[in-house]
């Protein structure tokens, strides 16, 4: 048997490698000629321009306040601890008058004895059943008005339940 061979005049490879390097150079000049286009129309760009707005970035000014925050969570945070640490703590407020902060939790003590000595009652209680009468408003105080009943509930029968 003969044995199976190919005919080397069915693909030139010199061709083929002329090919490649001349599509090679093609596309290198095309690359060049963009970018120099690209710069080219940069430059025309520039120069038609209008002057860069007094605040716009780059010109060594920051922009007015207020400004975008970096780190929203972080101030946040901080402003929550600083706040805390006012709400805890004794300081002044101004030197000047006189004026200082003292803790949430002694201010509302010190209101409730200035206020009629008795600590407010809970929400949806009558204030006006649990305590005496001198501490409902003898005392000079303001006291909380009645409870006005819900709309559309009408008032209970005098003597007892409505279901007899």
């Not at 090919?19 to 000629?33: E, I, R, T």
């Not at 640490?85 to 010190?110: C, F, N």
Request: no cysteine; net charge positive.
């Amino acid at each position: 048997m003969a044995e199976v061979d190919h005919e080397p005049r069915d693909v030139n490879v010199r061709t083929v490698a002329k090919a490649a390097v001349g599509l090679g150079v093609l596309a290198a000049f095309s690359a060049g000629v963009s970018l120099g286009v690209y710069v080219l129309l940069r430059n025309v760009h520039r120069a038609n321009d209008p002057a860069a707005a007094p605040l716009a970035p780059g010109q060594g000014r920051r922009p007015p306040v207020p400004r975008l925050q970096a780190a929203p969570r972080t101030d946040l945070e901080q402003l929550r601890a600083e706040q805390m640490r006012r709400l805890t703590s004794y300081g002044w407020t101004d030197h000047t008058t006189g004026a200082v902060h003292i803790p949430i939790e002694q201010a509302m003590k010190l209101y409730a004895q200035r206020a009629g000595g008795a600590p407010p009652a809970p929400a949806g209680a009558d204030a006006q059943l649990d305590r005496p009468a001198e501490a409902a408003g003898a005392s000079g105080t303001a006291t909380m008005p009645p409870v006005a009943p819900e709309r559309g509930a009408s008032p209970a029968p005098p003597g007892g339940s409505r279901n007899q």
